[in-house]
C-alpha cells in the first residue's frame, strides 16, 4: 500500500512539473490564461490530480478579438478536445477573464472507467446501424459532463411507390427537363427547390461511462454531399 501510495505520488508530481515546462515556453500572458483557464475547470467539480492526469495543453491563442486555450483530455483510448474561449469584463477598471469552459462542461466527475472504442462502436451500430464518422465529445448532459461518442447514420428512403412507378416519375422528370432547357429555364435551381428539407438522417449518442445509447432524428443539408 505504502510504494502504491508512493508511485501514485510520484506520477502526480511528474506530470505537474511537465505542465509547468509547458507552461515555461509562454508568453506571461499566455501563461496567465492557462492558468485561468486550468482553474476555471477545476472549478468544474475536479481534483487537480485528476487535471494533471487526464488534461493536456494542446494551444493558447491571446488575441486581442480571440483568446482561447485548448486542451486535449484523455481517459484510457478515448480522446478529445475541450476549447475555453476567453472574453472579459470590467471592474473598477481592472479587466475580469470571463471563462466559457465552466458552461462548455457543466458538472465534472472524475470519470476513470470507461467501455472499449470496440465496444462502443457496436453499441453504436446496434442503435442506429451503419453510421459515419464517430467521434468523441466531452459536454454537459442534464448539466453534467459526460463522456460520449456520437455519430450520424444516413435513414435509407421509405419506398412509397412501386418500382414501375418510379421509372414513370423518372421519365416524367426527364421530359419535363428537357421542355425547361428548350425553354431557357434553369432546370438546376428546379431541382434545387425540389430538394430543399435535406435528407433525414440519426444520431446517436453512446455514453463511454456506461454504455447507454440515446438516438434523435435530424434533417441534413439538401447541399450536403
Excluded at 63 to 82: A, G, I, L, Y
Amino acid at each position: 500500500m505504502i510504494i502504491f501510495q508512493r508511485t501514485l505520488l510520484l506520477t502526480c508530481l511528474l506530470a505537474a512539473s511537465l505542465f509547468a515546462l509547458g507552461q515555461s515556453t509562454l508568453t506571461k500572458s499566455e501563461a496567465a490564461l492557462v492558468e485561468g483557464s486550468k482553474q476555471a475547470i477545476l472549478a468544474t467539480g475536479i481534483s487537480e490530480s485528476y487535471f494533471n492526469t487526464h488534461f493536456k495543453l494542446l494551444s493558447v491563442v491571446d488575441k486581442p478579438s480571440d483568446r482561447r486555450v485548448m486542451w486535449q483530455f484523455s481517459v484510457n483510448e478515448h480522446q478529445t478536445v475541450v476549447t475555453d474561449a476567453i472574453g472579459y469584463s470590467t471592474q473598477g477598471g481592472k479587466q475580469i477573464d470571463l471563462h466559457s469552459v465552466g458552461k462548455a462542461l457543466g458538472q465534472t466527475s472524475e470519470i476513470s472507467r470507461t467501455v472499449t472504442r470496440a465496444r462502443a462502436l457496436r453499441i453504436m451500430r446496434s442503435c442506429i446501424g451503419p453510421y459515419e464518422t464517430p467521434s468523441v465529445t466531452y459536454g454537459p448532459v442534464d448539466g453534467r459532463a459526460e463522456l460520449l461518442l456520437v455519430a450520424a447514420a444516413r435513414v435509407p428512403a421509405e419506398k412509397s411507390k412501386s418500382e414501375r412507378e418510379k421509372e414513370r416519375e423518372r421519365e416524367r422528370e426527364e421530359r419535363n427537363k428537357q421542355k425547361a432547357e428548350t425553354a431557357g429555364i434553369d432546370a438546376l435551381a428546379k431541382e434545387e427547390e425540389e430538394g430543399e428539407g435535406g435528407a433525414p438522417i440519426m444520431l446517436g449518442a453512446v455514453n463511454l461511462r456506461t454504455g447507454k445509447c440515446t438516438k434523435g432524428a435530424a434533417l441534413s443539408s439538401p447541399f450536403a454531399k
